[in-house]
T-cell receptor
Framework: KAGVTQTPRYLIKTRGQQVTLSCSPISGHRSVSWYQQTPGQGLQFLFEYFSETQRNKGNFPGRFSGRQFSNSRSEMNVSTLELGDSALYLC?????????????FGQGTRLTVV | AQSVTQLGSHVSVSEGALVLLRCNYSSSVPPYLFWYVQYPNQGLQLLLKYTSAATLVKGINGFEAEFKKSETSFHLTKPSAHMSDAAEYFCAVSEGATNKLIFGTGTLLAVQP
């Protein structure tokens, strides 16, 4: 069974640009969550999607957005990038039920904003 | 709101020694608790999960954790450390009826030869 796939693995962007990260969950999983990991703030929850609906949202500015497609694949977008957005972005796949199931993480996308 | 606190951002043990990583939780409802491990430049790997079925939970790689409601703790242990256990460990609690995880600040485990 294939794991969670995140693309790309590494990304370098310039301040002010926008970026889109992709996550393909484990087959059959319907929940996808996104986390930001930085040395200073640790692991912070961005949002969760379940069956194409955003079910939870963390405390991030509106520049951070996401969506989920009918095949459960998810994308997150960050617009008007800031230096502080440099982080490891992790996607987690859970399911097929709606709650409290273990999350399986991808290897992450390392975003560097210069 | 749920939260977890990990005591000790860095723990160092000798190879073969007991590993004890501490986690205390705060939750108004029976919690779902998790331990994850992260190796450098990798994602998180689930070690074990508490779902109220049993207070002593056994996980992968010889790790286990005991849920103690009276102490609001869920400490991670391993009887004998191996060099390959060197990594960062995160305790997490699931919030409400969702898959949202709230993580502790992590404990970096070093294993000395």
């Amino acid at each position: 069974k294939a794991g969670v796939t995140q693309t790309p693995r590494y990304l370098i962007k310039t301040r002010g640009q926008q970026v889109t990260l992709s996550c393909s969950p484990i087959s059959g999983h319907r929940s996808v969550s996104w986390y930001q990991q930085t040395p200073g703030q640790g692991l912070q929850f961005l949002f969760e999607y379940f069956s194409e609906t955003q079910r939870n949202k963390g405390n991030f500015p509106g520049r951070f957005s996401g969506r989920q497609f009918s095949n459960s694949r998810s994308e997150m977008n960050v617009s008007t990038l800031e230096l502080g957005d440099s982080a490891l972005y992790l996607c987690a796949s859970s399911g097929p039920t709606s709650m409290n199931t273990e999350a399986f993480f991808g290897q992450g996308t390392r975003l560097t904003v210069v | 709101a749920q939260s977890v606190t990990q005591l000790g951002s860095h723990v160092s043990v000798s190879e073969g020694a007991l590993v004890l990583l501490r986690c205390n939780y705060s939750s108004s409802v029976p919690p779902y608790l998790f331990w994850y491990v992260q190796y450098p430049n990798q994602g998180l790997q689930l070690l074990l999960k508490y779902t109220s079925a049993a207070t002593l939970v056994k996980g992968i790689n010889g790790f286990e954790a005991e849920f103690k409601k009276s102490e609001t703790s869920f400490h991670l242990t391993k009887p004998s450390a191996h060099m390959s256990d060197a990594a960062e460990y995160f305790c997490a609690v699931s919030e409400g009826a969702t898959n949202k995880l709230i993580f502790g600040t992590g404990t970096l485990l070093a294993v000395q030869p």
